[in-house]
């Protein structure tokens, strides 16, 4: 069974300093996706990042970048330079071959940016 | 390029109502999906469609809730009679048929109050 991980239920941060965000995954699929969504309070899901099981190199989308250490099974969002903007719930999914595509959610991290 | 559009934003019955959810993909996209987010949680999804078959509703309570996707672009979520445990957010998202990487593109959500 696939499972997502995230242990932090809410983060703080000060403006324009660097905040990890961690995540770690269950999976027996030789192949899989991982995603990070962000979540402002008005409620959609906004795509931020994508890293593939099989890339070398680990994925990056502006301030976005993300960990990606296979043999841990993590896959830790870093976000740089933070701004008061990125204060929302982050969410980590994955996504195999075996569960069909089908996307799973961790709990999600509220994140706090403070001024 | 128009987004997921879904309607209406807020609903609030009283249990053993019945309430439906319309939603809009992107013009194009044959893959639709329903997820319930409860407060605190990530999204789950409950059916997923390709064009107008079903592909997954694994996870869809089916004595109450029922899915369609008409003509294989919009889809209506009913749910009849309502719990109190379904009280939510439904969102809505889509995408084009694609691998391991395919970006899901989400609505703004309905806010289900059950009371």
Not at chain 1, 29 to 40: A, E, H, R, T, V
Not at chain 2, 72 to 86: C, N, R, Y
Request: proline fraction near 4%; aromatic fraction near 12%.
């Amino acid at each position: 069974a696939q499972k997502i991980t995230q242990t932090q239920p809410g983060m703080f941060v000060q403006e324009k300093e660097a905040v990890t965000l961690d995540c770690t995954y269950d999976t027996s699929d030789p192949s899989y996706g991982l995603f990070w969504y962000k979540q402002p309070s008005s409620g959609e899901m906004i795509f931020l990042i994508y890293q593939g099981s099989y890339d070398q190199q680990n994925a990056t989308e502006g301030r976005y970048s993300l960990n990606f250490q296979k043999a841990r099974k993590s896959a830790n969002l870093v976000i740089s330079a933070s701004q008061l903007g990125d204060s929302a719930m982050y969410f980590c999914a994955m996504r195999g071959i075996t569960g069909g595509f089908k996307t799973i959610f961790g709990a999600g991290t509220r994140l706090f940016v403070k001024a | 390029e128009a987004g997921v559009a879904q309607s209406p934003r807020y609903k609030i019955i009283e249990k053993r109502q019945s309430v439906a959810f319309w939603c809009n993909p992107i013009s194009g996209h044959a893959t639709l999906y329903w997820y319930q987010q409860i407060l605190g949680q990530g999204p789950k999804l409950l059916i997923q469609f390709q064009n107008n078959g079903v592909v997954d509703d694994s996870q869809l309570p089916k004595d109450r809730f029922s899915a369609e996707r008409l003509k294989g672009v919009d889809s209506t979520l009913k749910i009849q009679p309502a719990k109190l445990e379904d009280s939510a957010v439904y969102l809505c998202a889509s995408s084009s048929q694609g691998d391991l990487s395919y970006e899901q593109y989400f609505g703004p959500g309905t806010r289900l109050t059950v009371t």
